[in-house]
């Protein structure tokens, strides 16, 4: 690059040319020097007046950005042809100029600019075809039939930077390069979203290739548009993620469970493979997450799906599917020693105690295996021969495993058994509510509870939901138990406003029970017979409900919000999550599930949702909270309010309207 000011000689061939030429001080934006042609297009009377012209002050950002690009390229020795537009007199004037750097002040990189040809003012659409082009945030580039670059517009200089002048030093992956040229090739154009090496290192581009003739040469290029879609990608990352994965162990979910056996049956009835499914229980675990705290119980969750990971092959997929249940899928094995083989290494690595704090436990798994074909020709009697499997290995004391065959009959009596019970247990009215207070974290004040089912089994004792559930939704009785609860909740909410507690009442609505017609009207009836304020009753759904048609599903909520029922999304994240929902349905609460609340390695999820949540106008109650800490962190990112045992845990009514009288006045 040489120095303008000494070439006497290329002074004076400029001044004489008849072709506009000048230099642009692109740092002070104003012009350097110029030849006579130049100040006519300028409309400029002297050197002296057009160097003195202020031509920052009406200048947008994207000419900017385009000369400082410009003064960039210069110093690699690149020169450009564009088509420029110049308003000296605030009439437009385009040519076709040739860009090029030269050296002013000894050390400043200056454009030198000749205005080769004016265009005709005849042709708008070639003028403003050529100014979009450049103006355009798109990122457009031209190479040639070998890879070559031939243009590129100032966006894709910006993105490409000085090193990358070549098609396959752009595409990150040579398959992806391959790919693309072999569809042009077939088809003329291809679009595709793929990795790309930039000036600011590997991102993701949404990329249109068209093939044809180019307009200078005739020969074959490459016209390639590009858009940056990073940004998109890592979100869709992270809410598949969400979707896909258990966010306390970072396994697989149950919706991913059920998408992988489903391929895997498929590739095992292809090539005639065995393959095993296994269903894994631990043991005592409850007794010891209500002795040391849920804390201490996620921990050992985590510990635990660490060990069994560790005893399968990478090939093989180990999902947790809730609570203590993992189930592991184990390919292509010979026959059914080989399964027992794999489950005796899971049970090996529970051998070794499990050190929680100071807490030396000992915890042991329970696995029941099913194998296809034989016992099962789907996911789903696959998955349910391995749990009564399961149960079997259970009731023998646990620390082992068992292969499904005739004798799982007994689990299946057993579990009739139970079905007895639960009916004998509505006609007694051994059912009966206990009430978690949702606190409001700014004034400390319950705003409301969720209304919690209990069992009051006569040789059982108080179970929860967890240990009957089944049974009620695979007999049908969950219809008769909802409609209980949400009556025996709606009186319970009446008698508190006549105590004067003007709080609300959360009552969850299974998903059985949000698939029925008639939903709306039932609850409203069951509502209006208690005197019950709907305003203040909250309907809890889970996820579980969203597995359906979208339409139906946002049909039956807008229902219930027009009939002034408010709406909760229960424990988000623990299933299907999709950031999604609280677009697309009409939700006035989401409760975070108590995972994102108590793992701290958890924060940046908990700070997503939260943000989404503020941003839909969505008040965030989270689930679970036990320790002070917990609350600070909550109460720190702007969490609307929390539920857990380290304000009450569930009580019944009495307690209840003790708490509420404790209450301060203010």
Not at 14 to 29: C, G, R, Y
Not at 304 to 311: D, E, P, W
Request: aromatic share 8%.
């Amino acid at each position: 690059m040489h120095e303008l000011d000494s070439q006497v000689g290329m002074i004076e061939a400029f001044e004489l040319s008849v072709v506009p030429v000048w230099v642009f001080d692109i740092d002070n934006a104003c012009v350097h020097w110029a030849n006579r042609a130049a100040l006519a297009l300028w409309k400029s009377d002297s050197l002296e007046e057009l160097t003195h012209r202020d031509m920052a002050s009406d200048m947008s950002p994207s000419v900017r950005q385009r000369l400082a690009q410009y003064q960039e390229d210069f110093q690699q020795g690149l020169t450009f042809y564009e088509q420029w537009t110049f308003f000296p007199d605030n009439e437009p004037r385009t040519y076709n100029c040739h860009m090029s750097g030269l050296l002013i002040d000894g050390e400043r990189v200056a454009l030198l600019c000749q205005a080769t040809l004016k265009l005709e003012e005849d042709r708008p659409e070639i003028l403003r075809g050529s100014q979009a082009m450049l103006l355009t945030s798109a990122m457009i580039s031209l190479y040639d039939d070998q890879g070559a670059v031939l243009y590129t517009n100032p966006s894709a200089r910006s993105m490409l930077g000085n090193r990358i002048r070549r098609l396959d030093q752009h595409i990150k992956n040579e398959e992806d390069l391959h790919e693309i040229l072999e569809a042009v090739q077939q088809i003329g154009s291809y679009k595709t979203e793929k990795a790309v090496n930039t000036s600011t290192g590997l991102r993701w581009h949404e990329i249109t290739v068209q093939s044809g003739p180019d307009t200078v040469t005739g020969k074959q290029v490459l016209l390639v548009s590009e858009s940056d879609i990073t940004d998109r990608r890592n979100a869709q990352e992270q809410a598949y993620h969400l979707a896909y994965h258990d966010q306390l162990t970072g396994l697989h979910n149950r919706a991913y469970l059920w998408e992988k056996l489903d391929e895997e049956l498929k590739f095992a009835r292809r090539y005639r493979h065995t393959l095993a499914v296994m269903y894994i229980d631990l043991d005592r675990f409850k007794t010891v997450n209500d002795t040391l705290g849920h804390a201490l119980g996620d921990r050992l969750l985590v510990d635990a799906s660490r060990r069994i990971q560790a005893a399968l092959y990478e090939t093989d997929l180990v999902s947790r599917i809730g609570g203590d249940e993992f189930v592991c899928i184990v390919r292509d094995i010979a026959h059914s020693g080989n399964a027992g083989e794999v489950a005796r290494k899971i049970v090996a690595k529970f051998a070794s105690p499990i050190w929680l704090d100071s807490n030396e436990i000992y915890i042991t798994p329970s696995i029941g295996i099913s194998l296809f074909p034989d016992d099962g020709s789907n996911g789903s009697s696959l998955l349910q021969h391995a749990d009564l499997a399961m149960y079997e290995a259970k009731a023998k004391e646990g620390n082992g495993f068992e292969f499904f065959d005739t004798k799982i009959d007994k689990i299946a009596k057993e579990k009739l058994a139970l079905e007895h019970d639960f009916r004998r247990g509505i006609a007694k009215q051994e059912f009966f509510l206990l009430f978690q207070p949702q606190v409001e974290i700014g004034t400390g004040k319950v705003i409301g509870v969720e209304a919690l089912l209990r069992w009051n089994h006569p040789e059982r004792g108080v179970l929860t939901p967890f240990d009957f559930l089944e049974v009620a939704e695979t007999t049908g009785l969950i219809d008769e138990i909802d409609g209980w609860v949400m009556k025996a909740a709606a009186e319970q909410q009446s008698r508190l406003e006549k105590h004067g507690n003007l709080i609300s009442m959360s009552v969850n609505v299974s998903a059985r029970r949000f698939a029925r017609k008639n939903l709306v009207e039932e609850i409203k009836n069951t509502l209006t017979n208690a005197q019950c304020n709907i305003a203040n009753f909250h309907l809890e759904i889970t996820e579980s409900v969203y597995i359906g048609t979208e339409e139906t599903t946002i049909e039956k909520l807008e229902a219930l919000r027009e009939a002034g029922f408010q709406l909760a999304l229960d424990d988000f994240g623990t299933g299907y999550s999709n950031l999604a929902y609280l677009q697309k349905f009409p939700i006035d609460f989401l409760k975070i599930d108590q995972s994102f609340v108590r793992d701290t390695e958890k924060v940046e999820i908990l700070d997503l949702i939260i943000s989404m949540g503020k941003l839909l106008n969505t008040k965030i109650i989270a689930e679970g909270v036990e320790t002070e800490s917990q609350l600070t962190r909550l109460h720190e990112r702007g969490c609307h309010a929390y539920q857990g045992y380290f304000f009450s845990k569930p009580v019944e009514e009495n307690q209840l309207l003790e708490l509420l009288r404790q209450e301060p006045s203010n």
